[in-house]
């Protein structure tokens, strides 16, 4: 049994952070470890998922409006955040804010994880080296499991920069072919292709932490994080061809006025029991997508244009649906007809699903061993 610290984006008010960041925790835990999540929650990462956040211009006005006209069901959602956080994933008491405190910490654990999610992306608000691990001394074991870097295309500093933390990084994985070729030329390693932790965890586990959804009617999921016309154009679409009602789970100002069912203030327990009982899905999020396969539902994903391009971070959904044959649900320019709308095989999605999880797992469990 090993004592693992695991880095990552666990408290970020994000449906997919939070859920890799339990996923991960449970797996290594049903290997027989014992399991901390280190509790690094950055002052900018705080900043940016308050409910009221400074606002500039007309449009700042507009948006700090509708948040109040919805405030009760934000607060609702925040608390529920705060809630999983708190009490279902396994953190360390002690909070810190930067490397540096966690530098001068006297951590007992001979193993640390860093990853999933986008930790290495010097964009995201949360970004911090500590997720390299930069602030441990060489004699313990670090493995970066699935983080992503968000892109493959960076300024020659940035480039130099990565290679540097990267260079005490015992075993390092990631989730996007791009995101491997680009460190197996920075680095000379070997860098592996994993799942991300949402897909180690079969669906009886998620069945555990999941709160079921009180409606009882057929219903589309509607998943998006950014707001696109041509989507919600897709998403009218396959609510006439289907007749299903639709649950939105997101606060867009665009969609509030239709005549949607809202789920705003839905925790995460609540979004993976809308996940599990959909009729359908309609997302552009990387864990929509990977909950809609885990949960064997009827979907479809949208993809940017370029999505293989080195400066684009929706790499990683192409990558998973092209892993399990299922690209042929990546929204295109033809309109689906019903019957492949809601017609999907699982049979050989769920046996390619078993052999990445398989995959992912024998290079965790080698990693962890190795020392």
């Known amino acids: 049994m090993k004592n693992i610290g695991i880095l990552t984006f666990h408290a970020s008010h994000n449906y997919g952070s939070v859920l890799q960041a339990y996923a991960l925790s449970k797996q290594l835990m049903l290997m027989g470890n014992q399991v901390e999540i280190v509790n690094l929650r950055v002052e900018k990462q705080k900043k940016k998922y308050k409910i009221f956040r400074t606002q500039t211009g007309i449009a700042g006005a507009i948006r700090t409006a509708f948040t109040a006209l919805i405030y009760t069901k934000l607060k609702k959602r925040f608390d529920k955040y705060e809630d999983f956080i708190a009490n279902t994933l396994p953190t360390t008491k002690k909070q810190y804010t930067t490397g540096k405190q966690l530098a001068k910490e006297n951590f007992d654990y001979d193993t640390y994880v860093c990853g999933s999610d986008q930790i290495w992306n010097p964009a995201c608000p949360d970004f911090d080296t500590a997720y390299y691990l930069d602030f441990l001394k060489n004699n313990v074991n670090k493995i970066a499991y699935a983080p992503s870097l968000g892109k493959t295309k960076f300024d020659e500093q940035t480039v130099k920069r990565i290679s540097q933390l990267l260079k005490n990084v015992n075993h390092i994985s990631v989730r996007e072919k791009q995101g491997a070729e680009f460190l197996r030329t920075l ?44 989507d919600r154009s897709m998403l009218d679409y396959l609510q006439q ?36 009982n959909a009729s359908l899905i309609y997302t552009n999020s990387f864990h929509g997508t990977a909950f809609s396969a ?6 479809f994903t949208s993809v940017a244009k370029d999505a293989n391009a080195a400066n684009n971070n929706d790499s990683r ?37 078993r052999e990445f999880r398989k995959h992912s797992l024998t290079y965790l469990q080698n990693a962890i061993s190795s020392c």
């Open 187 to 230: 680095t000379n390693k070997s860098i592996e292709v994993v799942c991300d932790p949402v897909v180690l965890l079969e669906k009886q586990c998620w069945e555990e932490i999941i709160v079921e959804p009180k409606v009882k009617k057929p219903y589309i999921l509607s998943y998006f994080l950014s707001n696109n016309h041509g």
């Open 241 to 276: 061809k289907t007749g299903f009602d639709v649950i939105v789970l997101n606060e867009y100002i665009r969609d509030y006025f239709k005549p949607y069912q809202y789920a705003i203030d839905a925790g995460p327990g609540e979004f993976l029991g809308l996940f599990k």
């Open 294 to 299: 885990i949960f064997n539902k009827p979907f």
């Open 317 to 353: 959904k192409f990558d998973f649906l092209e892993k399990l044959n299922l690209s042929h649900r990546i929204i295109t320019d033809t309109l689906p007809d019903i019957e492949t709308i809601l017609n999907l095989d699982y049979k050989e999605v769920n046996r390619k699903m």
